[in-house]
């Protein structure tokens, strides 16, 4: 028995056990060669950036949900690989250094101390040997060691393409410092401004990132957004002549049987013909308006809901297939980075058409059947083309066909294959990123820098204020831009953008494999023992970037021969954001929580104004004060209880709101089965037959919940049996030691102290797996339900098992069955083993 303690101690346990894992180095991992390639895996978190503000209670989910997972799979014989780093470089801490003068290193390598911390407080068991941080030398060596591959193979190259631009900070914004068309920093207006950029062609890998999704277990949501991100269509390009000029606008449509209709064309603000395109007369008005589109964002230009603004240029084009002459207008609901830059507008069948040409007055020409007015409202539906001259009659596809062939052969349009996809803006004008290692000579051009010189490291300075020319600060560094060419030896100037934050988070999972290796950034072997990743979790708001940027760049890896999977990431989890209270006005504008007074029970207005609010579950801001720190819910209920309680919320994938009330459910679940232990005498005989079914049943469904990420209902099962126990007086040493293992990759902290004091001296992550004898966890008693005409007259437990005549015999004997069948006429009987007995009289 153990000596009975006075309160479950979870402070004392859980600094016990995690000092023991770390003296011990519990995690680490080697790439045994005796463990059989499909007991091995590689179980992945997306790796946190350590920002200033620490964990939130919601960080941990997934975290907590791999790290079961993974102590469950070694406690069934596999190698697992579970590593953690950071995601380092970035603008916070460079917007941080700006405002306070600290050095970005300084505050990023001090947050990821803290993350760090908080991490191992919740007893993770990651193998801490293979942490990296993507801002490092050692690491970003090797990420412009992979963009030099990519330079190489002619996936990267300049190119003028606009950006958000801040007059006050002088400076180019991310898209996510820009907020409702304002720097999020200082509140000015945003322009759009053209500057020298670094651009990755994953154009190229368009039909590979699209065809291979097919390959890979990932939530189809997620499949559906990389689909649509990468847009592909077939359809025509067609060639419109400019009326009086000797340049074409070329456009991309899905829908070339319209062209009769097409009674006008748009073009982008940013078009390059734009200016050629502007008659004198209109020079005044297209300019004004230019003026005001670059303080747009894309997103409040493509705003369907937004009022349709435009220009007349002056210039008209020429339908290729009727010669009409049709005016060409410039407009913001077209981005130069979608197709040309240049579209046919027809009218009478796309709603944002028919919108601009009832503003502006344009001629709108039905060309598929409708079953509406089509100068009343848009027929976006198809419909036998009319008013279509040689593809009158058709239906859409033989229209498509028809029409393609006649371009073709006045070689005015060809069938053509489109992406929404474009290529990939690499570079930013900051400080606190990877450098790119090329320099600019004025004999060789872009030069690489060589490989052997890698890694090209930031310089030391002490300010990190913007330009002011829409360029990197690395710009003003002159001793550090100034050097010489790797090709000729003549003066030279080092490439000054840097990259973005997605550049490290590319390939992290290779660098895993491998931290210390400083001649290649993953051995072969090493790659090929643990690849492909085989589960990924995380947040849904990473379903289409980094995923894209990551599977574009393996792919390319995959090609030069340097890994040898096609795809990164085999499965994909996203778990659900785990929300908190907020309090909202009738505006629906949210108020943060120290505002908030509640008068009476679940009555709540705000301090100053009085006003009734409504409380509503949001996600966690500090700027609505509304985060819970994991450090406070650790110090005053423990690890154990935090790490079961957000498995316990609900399934995984699920969002779902944090309450207190829940998590001290927890707390007295965990404190029972301390107590369960500390009270009962463990005795060596068998448990009874009764026990001894709800043990096995209970092994069973967690060991099937467990292995499928189903952790709450896994709980719940362990729930039942602790009840169970409590129930009776006996505690089999086999039941006490199973209960431990089933909670220890749950609860691993009050696990192995349970295990020690049950006198073992092994650790827990050493044990096995219990198993369990699936006769015991079939049941050997059903209910059956005893019918008359359909309806439920009776119940009654039987033995599995009884044959049919056994069980119609006993529903006939029944009281309850004889009221209604005595002086009737059997008609039917009707018996499913198991289940019922169903008598039908008249």
């Not at 004198?280 to 997103?299: F, I, M």
């Not at 574009?552 to 890896?557: D, G, I, N, R, S």
Request: charged share 25%; glycine share 6%.
């Amino acid at each position: 028995m153990i000596a009975p303690m006075s309160k479950y101690p979870f402070s004392e346990i859980e600094t016990k056990w995690q000092r023991y894992w770390e003296e011990n180095q519990s995690f680490a991992v080697t790439e045994d060669e005796n463990v059989p390639a499909q007991k091995r895996m590689y179980v992945l978190d997306m790796f946190p950036y350590p920002s200033g503000a620490g964990l939130h209670v919601g960080h941990p989910e997934g975290y907590t949900a791999t790290d079961i997972y993974c102590r469950y799979l070694r406690m069934n014989g596999y190698n697992v690989l579970h590593p953690m780093g950071f995601d380092s470089f970035g603008l916070p801490a460079e917007n941080y250094a700006i405002k306070t003068g600290t050095h970005p290193k300084v505050t990023t390598e001090k947050n990821i101390e803290n993350f760090r911390k908080q991490i191992k407080r919740l007893g993770f068991s990651y193998d801490w040997n293979r942490e990296i941080s993507t801002h490092t030398s050692e690491y970003y060596r090797w990420t412009q060691w992979i963009f030099l591959q990519l330079y190489k193979q002619g996936l990267a190259y300049e190119s003028h393409t606009p950006i958000n631009w801040c007059d006050n900070c002088k400076t180019g914004l991310a898209n996510e410092e820009v907020k409702d068309g304002k720097c999020e920093r200082c509140g000015t207006p945003v322009v759009r401004k053209s500057i020298r950029q670094w651009v990755l062609k994953i154009t190229a890998y368009a039909d590979k990132l699209l065809a291979d999704l097919d390959s890979v277990d990932w939530p189809e949501s997620v499949k559906l957004m990389q689909q649509n991100w990468i847009g592909r269509s077939e359809g025509a390009s067609v060639i419109f002549q400019i009326d009086g000029m000797e340049e074409n606008l070329e456009v991309y449509t899905t829908r070339p049987d319209t062209l009769f209709g097409a009674t006008y064309m748009v073009v982008a603000p940013e078009h390059p013909l734009v200016d050629k395109l502007t008659s004198k007369e209109q020079k005044g008005s297209v300019e004004a308006y230019l003026e005001a589109t670059a303080r747009k964002s894309d997103l409040e230009r493509t705003d369907l809901a937004k009022d349709k603004t435009g220009v007349f240029s002056g210039s008209y084009a020429i339908n290729p297939v009727n010669g009409k002459k049709i005016p060409i207008w410039i407009a913001d609901y077209v981005l130069i980075s979608y197709g040309t830059g240049a579209i046919m507008a027809v009218p009478a069948h796309d709603t944002r058409d028919w919108e601009f040409a009832k503003k502006f007055d344009l001629p709108i020409i039905e060309v598929l059947k409708s079953a509406v007015d089509v100068q009343e409202e848009a027929w976006t539906e198809d419909g036998i083309h009319v008013n279509s001259d040689f593809i009158n009659g058709l239906n859409k596809d033989d229209a498509i066909e028809t029409m393609i062939a006649w371009l073709e052969e006045r070689k005015v349009g060809t069938k053509s294959i489109n992406y929404k996809l474009r290529d990939w803006v690499f570079s930013r004008q900051r400080y606190w990123g990877e450098p790119i290692p090329l320099v600019h000579c004025p004999t060789c051009g872009v030069v690489p820098i060589p490989e052997d010189q890698l890694p090209l490291l930031l310089p030391e300075v002490s300010s990190y204020e913007p330009s002011g020319t829409g360029e990197s600060p690395l710009a003003k560094i002159d001793s550090w831009v100034h050097t010489t060419c790797p090709v000729c030896g003549g003066e030279a100037k080092r490439e000054t953008n840097t990259m973005p934050q997605w550049a490290g988070s590319c390939w992290y999972y290779l660098r895993y494999l491998d931290p210390n290796n400083t001649k290649e950034f993953v051995s072969k072997e090493k790659e090929q023992y643990w690849m492909p990743v085989d589960l990924y979790v995380g947040g849904a708001e990473h379903a289409v970037l980094h995923l894209l940027y990551a599977r574009f760049w393996h792919k390319v890896l995959f090609d030069l021969g340097l890994v040898s999977t096609n795809e990164p990431f085999k499965r994909l989890v996203n778990q659900g954001m785990i929300t908190s209270y907020a309090y909202q006005r009738p505006d629906k504008s949210l108020v943060p929580t120290d505002m908030v007074e509640e008068v009476e029970t679940d009555v709540f207005v705000e301090k100053e104004t009085g006003q009734k609010l409504e409380r509503v579950i949001a996600k966690m801001s500090k700027s609505l004060k509304n985060v819970i720190n994991p450090d406070e819910i650790i110090q005053e209920y423990g690890a154990d209880s935090m790490r079961m309680y957000e498995m316990f919320m609900g399934p995984l994938e699920v969002s779902k709101p944090w309450a207190t009330t829940g998590l001290n459910g927890i707390y007295r679940f965990l404190d029972r089965v301390w107590r369960l232990y500390e009270e009962r005498a463990i005795t060596e005989g068998e448990p009874s037959k009764d026990l001894n079914k709800i043990l096995h049943k209970t092994i069973k469904k967690v060991t099937h919940d467990t292995a499928t990420l189903n952790f709450n209902t896994a709980i719940s099962q362990m729930m039942v049996l602790v009840n169970e126990l409590y129930k009776t007086q006996e505690f089999p040493s086999v039941v006490a030691e199973t209960l431990v293992k089933l909670l220890g990759p749950y609860v691993p902290h009050i696990a192995e102290e349970l295990w020690e004091k049950l006198g073992h001296k092994d650790s827990l992550t050493k044990v096995s797996w219990p198993t369990f004898d699936e006769k015991l966890t079939i049941d050997d008693e059903i209910e059956m339900v005893f019918q008359v005409n359909g309806k439920v007259r009776a119940k009654e437990t039987i033995s599995k098992g009884m044959d049919k005549a056994s069980a119609l015999a006993m529903a006939k004997e029944h009281e309850k069955i004889q009221q209604w069948i005595e002086g009737k006429t059997i008609v039917k009987e009707i018996v499913v083993p198991d289940k019922l007995v169903n008598i039908v009289v008249r």
